[in-house]
């Protein structure tokens, strides 16, 4: 199957970007563009619609929703709502939520469990369901379906960093999001988790979807690129556990530079982010630098590449030189 090239976008720019924005992806043959549904942005479901109403080939979703903001079911009715608008581009992903513990949710009870009950009742919605739902977590009765026709089965992914997710996913869902990694390693890994998953449901394996979306800093500058993932990995660190620590980055690296950048001395906090961060959460550098990075993660198991925040110290600049450089580079090499 070949390589699959997406991009991704947070809630972070005007809302009179993203049409643009999504016109020139489409433009460039990107396959789809995915929108974080994080509450410290805007919501993925306003951007997505008017992208839906401006594009016509390129697949599109919020990457990821999460039941601990709001139901499964309500997640599910603005899928199928747009999918309708769009003529059946939507895909999903489904997460327990990168931001959980600025909401107070530091450690969730049984997370694992939490999240499949959540994908199997947004399946049940969108297959047009009728029986009871009697979760631990979700419940619905025989008579919550709804009132309006769903045409198609939407592809929900499972997105996630760990290995008992990663597992759990293999066992229901089509494939996975492993976002904030470029680490051939850990896509391998994962990997090999859903495969076991898949295997001991007595499923398929041939036609799995293991998407990685790593943070991208992309330009002709070097020094400026590393420069700006800098900032953002400064930021994210704090949220990105269990990975930071199987790339051996130490609490106290993480703990520095975070609170450099709250308080307000980026300088400081991009200082104190480290080479091995920048090698294991993003593809940064040059379009040369990344398709080298690019390689690696496909030969640890990537099948699909959604780059994400923030592209680079300009992020149109960047998604030309991806899609001008690095995504011809894979074209040619497929053919």
Known sequence: MPTKFSIMVTGALP????????QQVEAYGFSQ????????????????????????????GPFIVTPQVAHPVYHAANLAALDELSGGRMVCGVGRGGFNPLLGIVNPTRPVKMLKEAWLLM????????????GEFFKATHDLYYQFDVSRKIPLFIGTWGHQMARMAG??????????????????????EFIAGARAAGRDTSAIEIIAGPLAAIDEDRAAAQDTIRGML?????????MTYAAGITQDE????????????????????????????????????????????IAGGADHIAFGPPL???????????????????????S
């Not at 479901?45 to 599109?60: D, E, G, K, V, Y």
């Not at 399946?123 to 009697?134: A, H, I, Q, V």
């Not at 001395?265 to 550098?285: H, N, P, Q, R």
């Open 15 to 22: 809302m009179g970007d993203y049409v643009p924005l999504a």
């Open 33 to 60: 563009i995915h929108i974080a549904d994080d509450l410290i942005f805007r919501p993925a479901w306003p951007i997505l619609t008017m992208i839906a109403m401006n594009t016509s080939r390129l697949r599109l």
């Open 123 to 134: 399946t049940r919605m969108l297959e047009g369901g009728r029986e009871p739902f009697d």
């Open 171 to 192: 066992g229901i869902a089509p494939g996975m999001k492993i976002d904030c990694t470029a680490s051939p390693t850990h896509i391998a890994e994962l990997r090999a």
């Open 234 to 242: 400064a930021l994210l660190q704090p949220f990105l556990a269990p």
């Open 254 to 297: 993480i703990d520095a530079a975070y609170n450099a950048h709250v308080a307000g001395d980026i300088e400081k906090a991009k200082a104190l982010v480290t080479d091995k961060a920048i090698a294991a959460f993003s593809l940064t550098g040059t379009p040369k630098d990344v398709i080298g990075q690019i390689e690696a993660m």
């Open 312 to 334: 680079g110290p300009d992020p149109s600049r960047s998604l030309r030189l991806i899609g001008e450089e690095i995504l011809p580079h894979f074209a040619s090499h497929r």
